[in-house]
């Protein structure tokens, strides 16, 4: 969601080594163009997410992207679809680019037993 309002994103500002909302706002913004931020185009989240193929989610769990991806894994399930999010409680912004981090490992595995096995997701939140 381009337009940051997730009640939950201030305490995560803090947190969040890489990312801040007010800069994603403005970010946000520019990425809209002409668009509101709240055009479904912009921000998916705002739209309607019935009929996606199965949703599978790796998130940081100390950046301000988190509470929008819990919600975008409840809103797919909710509308009938399912998706499954795994949060990697140390994990910041784009932490899978370091492959080094035990994190990034183990959302490898997961990923690649996703392909290599075909799991569906679950509909659960793990970390």
């Given at each position: 969601d381009a337009t940051m309002t997730n009640?939950?994103?201030?305490?995560?500002?803090?947190?969040?080594?890489?990312?801040?909302?007010?800069g994603l706002e403005a970010t946000g913004v520019m990425w809209a163009g002409a668009r509101d931020p709240r055009d479904p185009m912009v921000s998916p989240l705002l739209g309607d997410l019935a009929d996606l193929p199965p949703v599978h989610i790796v998130q940081g769990g100390r950046e301000i992207l988190l509470?929008?991806?819990v919600l975008l894994a409840q809103r797919i399930t909710d509308a009938g679809g399912v998706a499954e999010i795994r949060i990697s409680p140390a994990g910041f912004h784009v932490f899978v680019g370091a492959p080094g981090l035990p994190e990034s490992r183990k959302a490898y595995r997961w990923v690649a037993a996703i392909f290599r096995d075909g799991i569906r997701p679950s509909g659960t939140v793990r970390p």
């Open positions: 009640a939950d994103i201030p305490a995560l500002d803090r947190k969040d080594p890489m990312l801040s909302a007010p509470p929008d991806a």
